[in-house]
């Protein structure tokens, strides 16, 4: 018996003794498969409980391998209409209280919808888009619909997206409404209703589109039989959308992506968009205002901006008119926008769209606007500041969910999850400002067959639908992003926030007949590849940010490998040491030369299974500064910070690291086999890294700051490792041991074996090590692949102070005698040391200098007053 047909035998048993129908998206009522998967029956039906396990594990790791993450609210439980776009307060001017970002998990199987129904749907859709465009076109215009008290004044005026400093403006009022997202369910009936509506900056569509790649990886012959709509189309109209947005006078318009950052709670989606667009990801520290335009800051010079695509929540993103706190923005964009000399897009103040209280509103609006019906209606919502909507509301408490019209007025409540003692409390809130709360009806969700572990279960779900501007109309992706819970007590419109009890599903709209995929047919430079996406802005790798992430991208990266070398050699010294005791004093440097390169003190203990546990300390411990994991986290999250510049092979490499140190931390009995082991594959990973940096990168400055910061790395950690090896007298066969130790942790142990067969002291150490220009181990050698990295950055001149730096390392180190520094004087070789921690002093320097000459960014804006320092002096 397949998963499918044991789904099919609960779900006409559940339906029959089920008191509340529930709409199933699989099955009707009478336990006939739905015609939109009745075409992929055949190829479903095949699966078994084998098959289901496999399936649910090849997306995990495909997940994993493309790092897919989302980073919860750090509130528990939310209304579906009030989930956060993961661009808005949560990150604005600080970190505190953010979850951890949580991997992305998506259901093998997806939601399938037939295509004659989804018509429906998308003229619904794209029929809402409109009214809502036409509704803030007024708002910001005429404001007839204020007037006229077609809609009230209250809850407009007391909505915090409702940004008076653009009202009156003719270029906000010309400009239309880009882009709308809504959050769907169907009723019993099987009625589709729209639970929220999305248009501050809709977030989702990146994740829809990686979900559909997934998907179509893990189950090819059933993706491949389907006669399904593609999600392509719906970025080829995002794309021209956005160029064509220009302002008027602009011929080849440069597009941005406007993110929170890395921490924001979709970071994922909006640098995947960004990717898949070709527009370049950046953050408001990288765009300044000047002479009433919006610039990139690039190295030495301004580039002019003409369209933004914001993932910023409106009132974050000009701290001169709106919150003076905020991190986000750019200080002066509001006047750009006024005078017509940027286009921001979503349009600034379009998050009042989303206000619950135009919901029971829509209809007449529709009518009255567009001359048509509403075609899909919203969930049943009442306005409390109307008395007949605050008397039903007061009156049903324990069975509405409560919404506020602002997310600054608090967030959504469902009444029969409260106390009656808070719902009393709740009653009392409402009454005093009726206005800023709705309620909305408990939609009892449909339900889709979903996989856990062996088996398929009903879960409700929830479908967000997406429109975006496509010449006087707007254009639907065919599909969208659709979420479940792994709890069947949930799904009554209130959704877990927390990823681990939530699974995405990718939606298929699927057609009877074989489906010709549409054809965009681009204008200008574009029209002779139609759907062609162009290479980001090299521009974008001059961005000071960018180059500071790439540049710490390549510093952690390095230092990893150079630790998990020095671990690997002294290992194998702790192994011979079981097999002889001479090697003590050996293991003994070794362990000193681990502590001091990678500055985790206190350091190595004495017993044997303390080493074992330092050892593991050292390649798991992600809150130790100076391991392996540490180095690790830092990589990746630099790498997260210009996701758009780096190979998704990137990800792939990171994925596979961290399952390699997951394996060893689920074993804390090992004894050291796997510990060598996983270091090995660790380090394999490390050794690919730099391998996608050196084939897959284009050279332009982000790859010269990439590869300058692995070269100062290099030399630093040898520089250390030589200090605290070498740079004491010891018996000769320990230093012997020693050298060969050091040799094997800087890779050149064969080089030196061969070159040096009858001088094999620490003089022809220093000389390979140090001196020797050819050998991609040496100082000298990261000393001139530095300077030839920075020459070709722009913006340097030849007196710039890094290459000063550098001229005056490489004379140092070229003029170096390694036989001088080899003798030592009363046991210590003070010279050599000396030398040593002068280079080091000289390259930490030189890494301040290549901060401020090619990294600094600008300092952190703070108001010149305190809003809350009455009678203060600024």
Same mark, same amino acid.
């Given at each position: 018996m397949t998963v499918l047909s044991r789904y099919l035998a609960a779900a006409s048993g559940s339906t029959a003794a089920d008191s509340e129908s529930v709409f199933d998206e699989f099955a009707a009522a009478d336990g006939t498969v739905r015609q939109g998967w009745s075409t992929l029956l055949a190829g479903l039906d095949e699966f078994a409980d084998t098959d289901l396990l496999k399936a649910q594990r090849e997306v995990a790791r495909l997940l994993e391998d493309d790092n897919v993450t989302y980073t919860p609210s750090p509130a528990s439980t939310i209304s579906i209409a009030d989930e956060p776009n993961g661009h808005g307060p949560a990150t604005g001017g600080t970190t505190k209280g953010l979850a951890e970002p949580q991997p992305w998990r998506l259901d093998p199987l997806p939601l399938i919808l037939e295509d004659r129904?989804?018509? !429906?749907?998308?003229? @619904?859709?794209?029929?809402?888009?409109?009214?809502?465009d036409a509704i803030m076109a007024d708002l910001y215009g005429a404001r007839r619909l204020l007037a006229r008290h077609q809609i009230p004044a209250a809850a407009i005026f007391d909505h915090e997206e409702y940004l008076r400093p653009l009202v009156g403006s003719q270029a906000v009022a010309q400009q239309r409404l880009f882009m709308i997202a809504a959050d769907l369910g169907r009723d019993s009936s099987g009625q589709w209703k729209v639970i929220s509506d999305r248009t501050q900056a809709p977030s989702g569509a990146g994740y829809a589109m990686q979900n559909r790649r997934v998907v179509s990886q893990v189950m090819p012959e059933i993706y491949h039989q389907a006669n399904l709509h593609r999600l392509t189309p719906f970025?080829?109209?995002?794309?021209?959308?956005?160029?064509?947005?220009?302002?008027?006078?602009?011929?080849?318009?440069?597009?941005?992506?406007?993110?929170? @950052?890395?921490?924001?709670?979709?970071?994922?989606?909006?640098?995947?968009?960004?990717?898949? /667009?070709?527009?370049?990801? /950046?953050?408001?520290?990288?765009?300044?205002?000047?002479?009433?335009?919006v610039w990139m800051r690039v190295l030495g010079k301004l580039e002019e901006v003409d369209v933004i695509l914001r993932r910023v929540d409106s009132t974050w993103m000009d701290t001169l008119e709106l919150r003076p706190n905020s991190r986000l923005g750019v200080t002066g964009l509001l006047e750009c926008v006024r005078q017509g000399t940027v286009t921001v897009l979503n349009n600034l103040g379009s998050g009042v769209l989303e206000n619950p209280a135009l919901m029971p509103l829509l209809p007449q609006l529709c009518e009255r606007l567009l001359g048509q019906s509403l075609r899909v209606p919203s969930v049943e919502t009442w306005w409390c500041g109307d008395d007949a909507g605050l008397s039903h509301v007061l009156s049903n408490l324990d069975s509405l969910v409560i919404r506020p019209i602002s997310r600054g007025h608090g967030r959504s409540v469902r009444g029969a999850a409260l106390t009656q003692r808070q719902r009393e409390l709740l009653a009392e809130k409402i009454k005093a400002l009726p206005h800023r709360f709705v309620g909305q009806e408990v939609l009892h969700l449909s339900s889709a067959p979903t996989s856990a572990e062996d088996r398929l279960v009903r879960r409700n779900v929830v479908l967000r639908s997406f429109a975006v501007r496509s010449g006087g109309s707007y254009a639907a992706m065919l599909g969208g992003l659709a979420r479940v819970t792994d709890d069947a007590s949930e799904g009554r419109g209130v959704l877990v926030t927390d990823p681990n009890n939530q699974l995405a599903k990718d939606v298929w709209v699927v057609g009877s007949e074989p489906v010709a995929a549409p054809r965009?047919?681009?204008?200008?430079?574009?029209?002779?590849?139609? @759907?062609?996406?162009?290479?980001?802005?090299?521009?974008?790798?001059?961005?000071?940010?960018?180059?500071?992430?790439?540049?710490?991208?390549?510093?952690?990266?390095?230092?990893?490998?150079?630790?998990?070398?020095?671990?690997?050699?002294?290992?194998?010294?702790?192994?011979?040491?079981?097999?002889?005791?001479?090697?003590?004093?050996?293991?003994?440097?070794?362990?000193?030369?681990?502590?001091?390169?990678?500055?985790?003190?206190? !350091?190595?203990? !004495?017993?044997?299974?303390?080493?074992?546990?330092?050892?593991?300390?050292m390649l798991l411990d992600r809150h130790r500064t100076g391991t392996v994991a540490h180095s690790l986290g830092a990589l990746s999250l630099a790498a997260q910070g210009v996701r758009d510049q780096l190979s998704e092979d990137v990800w792939m490499v990171l994925a596979d690291i961290e399952r390699a140190l997951a394996a060893l931390a689920a074993n804390p009995n090992d004894q050291g086999l796997q510990l060598t082991d996983v270091s090995e594959r660790v380090l394999s990973g490390l050794l690919a890294l730099a391998g996608i940096a050196t084939e897959n990168m284009v050279r332009d400055p982000g790859w010269y700051m990439l590869d300058s910061g692995r070269g100062l790395e290099r030399a630093l950690q040898i520089l250390a490792l030589l200090r605290v090896t070498i740079c004491q007298e010891r018996a000769i066969e320990t230093d012997g041991v020693v050298l060969e130790a050091v040799l094997t942790a800087a890779e050149s142990i064969v080089t030196f074996r061969r070159r040096y067969r009858t001088r094999a002291g620490v003089d022809a150490l220093l000389e390979l090590l140090v001196i020797d220009a050819f050998n991609p181990r040496s100082?000298?050698?990261?000393?001139?692949?530095?300077?030839?990295?920075?020459?070709?950055?722009?913006?340097?001149?030849?007196?710039?102070?890094? /290459?000063?730096?550098?001229?005056?390392?490489?004379?140092?180190?070229?003029?170096?005698?390694?036989?001088?520094?080899?003798?030592?004087?009363?046991?210590?070789?003070?010279?050599?040391?000396?030398?040593?921690? @002068?280079?080091?002093?000289?390259?930490?320097?030189?890494?301040?200098?290549?901060?401020?000459?090619?990294?600094?960014?600008?300092?952190t804006q703070r108001p010149l007053f305190r809003a809350d320092a009455v009678g203060g002096t600024a």
């Amino acid at each position: 018996m397949t998963v499918l047909s044991r789904y099919l035998a609960a779900a006409s048993g559940s339906t029959a003794a089920d008191s509340e129908s529930v709409f199933d998206e699989f099955a009707a009522a009478d336990g006939t498969v739905r015609q939109g998967w009745s075409t992929l029956l055949a190829g479903l039906d095949e699966f078994a409980d084998t098959d289901l396990l496999k399936a649910q594990r090849e997306v995990a790791r495909l997940l994993e391998d493309d790092n897919v993450t989302y980073t919860p609210s750090p509130a528990s439980t939310i209304s579906i209409a009030d989930e956060p776009n993961g661009h808005g307060p949560a990150t604005g001017g600080t970190t505190k209280g953010l979850a951890e970002p949580q991997p992305w998990r998506l259901d093998p199987l997806p939601l399938i919808l037939e295509d004659r129904e989804w018509a !429906g749907l998308e003229a @619904g859709l794209v029929q809402r888009a409109q009214l809502l465009d036409a509704i803030m076109a007024d708002l910001y215009g005429a404001r007839r619909l204020l007037a006229r008290h077609q809609i009230p004044a209250a809850a407009i005026f007391d909505h915090e997206e409702y940004l008076r400093p653009l009202v009156g403006s003719q270029a906000v009022a010309q400009q239309r409404l880009f882009m709308i997202a809504a959050d769907l369910g169907r009723d019993s009936s099987g009625q589709w209703k729209v639970i929220s509506d999305r248009t501050q900056a809709p977030s989702g569509a990146g994740y829809a589109m990686q979900n559909r790649r997934v998907v179509s990886q893990v189950m090819p012959e059933i993706y491949h039989q389907a006669n399904l709509h593609r999600l392509t189309p719906f970025f080829q109209a995002m794309r021209l959308a956005l160029v064509d947005s220009a302002p008027s006078a602009v011929e080849d318009p440069r597009v941005v992506v406007l993110s929170p @950052g890395t921490l924001s709670e979709t970071a994922f989606d909006q640098a995947f968009v960004a990717s898949l /667009l070709g527009f370049p990801l /950046l953050e408001g520290s990288d765009l300044t205002v000047r002479d009433g335009r919006v610039w990139m800051r690039v190295l030495g010079k301004l580039e002019e901006v003409d369209v933004i695509l914001r993932r910023v929540d409106s009132t974050w993103m000009d701290t001169l008119e709106l919150r003076p706190n905020s991190r986000l923005g750019v200080t002066g964009l509001l006047e750009c926008v006024r005078q017509g000399t940027v286009t921001v897009l979503n349009n600034l103040g379009s998050g009042v769209l989303e206000n619950p209280a135009l919901m029971p509103l829509l209809p007449q609006l529709c009518e009255r606007l567009l001359g048509q019906s509403l075609r899909v209606p919203s969930v049943e919502t009442w306005w409390c500041g109307d008395d007949a909507g605050l008397s039903h509301v007061l009156s049903n408490l324990d069975s509405l969910v409560i919404r506020p019209i602002s997310r600054g007025h608090g967030r959504s409540v469902r009444g029969a999850a409260l106390t009656q003692r808070q719902r009393e409390l709740l009653a009392e809130k409402i009454k005093a400002l009726p206005h800023r709360f709705v309620g909305q009806e408990v939609l009892h969700l449909s339900s889709a067959p979903t996989s856990a572990e062996d088996r398929l279960v009903r879960r409700n779900v929830v479908l967000r639908s997406f429109a975006v501007r496509s010449g006087g109309s707007y254009a639907a992706m065919l599909g969208g992003l659709a979420r479940v819970t792994d709890d069947a007590s949930e799904g009554r419109g209130v959704l877990v926030t927390d990823p681990n009890n939530q699974l995405a599903k990718d939606v298929w709209v699927v057609g009877s007949e074989p489906v010709a995929a549409p054809r965009i047919l681009a204008r200008d430079r574009f029209e002779e590849e139609p @759907g062609f996406v162009p290479a980001v802005s090299a521009s974008v790798a001059m961005v000071p940010r960018v180059l500071s992430d790439l540049y710490w991208f390549g510093r952690y990266a390095e230092r990893a490998e150079d630790l998990l070398r020095v671990l690997l050699a002294t290992r194998t010294v702790a192994i011979e040491t079981d097999l002889d005791l001479s090697h003590g004093r050996v293991l003994e440097v070794m362990l000193q030369a681990v502590t001091h390169v990678s500055t985790t003190y206190p !350091g190595f203990l !004495g017993s044997q299974l303390e080493m074992i546990t330092e050892f593991r300390s050292m390649l798991l411990d992600r809150h130790r500064t100076g391991t392996v994991a540490h180095s690790l986290g830092a990589l990746s999250l630099a790498a997260q910070g210009v996701r758009d510049q780096l190979s998704e092979d990137v990800w792939m490499v990171l994925a596979d690291i961290e399952r390699a140190l997951a394996a060893l931390a689920a074993n804390p009995n090992d004894q050291g086999l796997q510990l060598t082991d996983v270091s090995e594959r660790v380090l394999s990973g490390l050794l690919a890294l730099a391998g996608i940096a050196t084939e897959n990168m284009v050279r332009d400055p982000g790859w010269y700051m990439l590869d300058s910061g692995r070269g100062l790395e290099r030399a630093l950690q040898i520089l250390a490792l030589l200090r605290v090896t070498i740079c004491q007298e010891r018996a000769i066969e320990t230093d012997g041991v020693v050298l060969e130790a050091v040799l094997t942790a800087a890779e050149s142990i064969v080089t030196f074996r061969r070159r040096y067969r009858t001088r094999a002291g620490v003089d022809a150490l220093l000389e390979l090590l140090v001196i020797d220009a050819f050998n991609p181990r040496s100082v000298a050698y990261q000393l001139n692949r530095i300077r030839t990295d920075l020459r070709a950055l722009p913006n340097t001149s030849p007196t710039a102070r890094p /290459l000063r730096l550098l001229d005056s390392l490489a004379e140092r180190v070229r003029t170096s005698d390694p036989v001088a520094l080899a003798e030592p004087e009363n046991g210590r070789r003070t010279e050599l040391d000396d030398l040593l921690a @002068g280079l080091q002093s000289q390259l930490r320097a030189l890494s301040d200098a290549i901060r401020d000459h090619y990294q600094l960014q600008p300092p952190t804006q703070r108001p010149l007053f305190r809003a809350d320092a009455v009678g203060g002096t600024a």
